[in-house]
């Protein structure tokens, strides 16, 4: 594949061989030298027109680590500012030769209208466009179920089983809960597609004001009662209430908004003993997710930080580098 726009583009062997070579990657950030040579002399543009912290600088370090020479490009300070348009950014970029374009941007389809348009010739990767997807920050989240949750041959910590077995490798019978503003989250389209590719189970709880119409053909079922759902749920994922995307009429109150769908320490002890509570962030604290909660035992939003880098490192290097082994006789064995 040349590039990932959706995660509807990733089959189950796909998404397999992403967070596998992921777990090779998370490897290289163990060693005293955190740097592979395989993309040397490869140019990775991070082509960002709306704001980031997470993703800009974990594509920056992903990068960075397989050695490829990193451009940041922010619309903010941009000839954007003067009305340029994204082809005549983009045919500027391809002047300068680029290997991969890393994007994100306020317009859903952005990143489809790059990849497609012969405007350049390098990969195209979404980093989140509008309201529409966000495909690392799934395979991110589903990397760091699959450490969590992912069966274990003995009941230990094992996330892989081992080559040729399959299973504990996807997320097969696993329950996941998406809980807050779906309407405006690329988070989550992206999410209840690799999950269900993957295997798991998916329940959205929302308010009925911030479900998009058509959720009912999403591969997920829909709840509105999170106390309800959260007893069976192995790993539940907050999401942040948009406000900057939000009519204040599609909204109820902020206090309304935690009460019904907030994750405070009460409503946390309802998950079972094993359960994760996960936020891609950035997070209003005290609005979907309590700051105690945000900072307990059961919250893997650091670690997802930190697994975002091992997952665009696979992700640069399946686009880009794919014919060269990451680590000679580490890659697993089904590559
Ligand atoms: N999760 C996420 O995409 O965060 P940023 O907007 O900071 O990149």
Redesign the pocket.
Known sequence: KHHLISAADLTHDDALLILDTAEEMARVADRPIKKLPTLRGRTVVNLFFE??????VSFEAAAKRLSADVLNFSAKGSSVSKGESLKDTALTLEAMGTDAVVI?HHASGAPHRLAHSGWIRGSVVN??DGTHE?PT?ALLDAFTMRRHLAGAPDGGPVWHRGPGDGTGRDLAGRRVTIVGDVLHSR?ARSNVLLLSTLGAEVTLVAPPTLLPIGVQSWPCEVSFDLDAVLPASDAVMMLRVQRERMNAAFFPTEREYSRRYGLDATRMAKLPDHAIVMH???MNRGMEIAADVADSVRSTVVEQVSNGVSVRMAVLYLLLGGAEPALPGTVPSHH
């Open positions: 704001d980031s912290t997470r993703t800009r994100r980093a989140g966000h920050q988070v891609p962030g950035p």
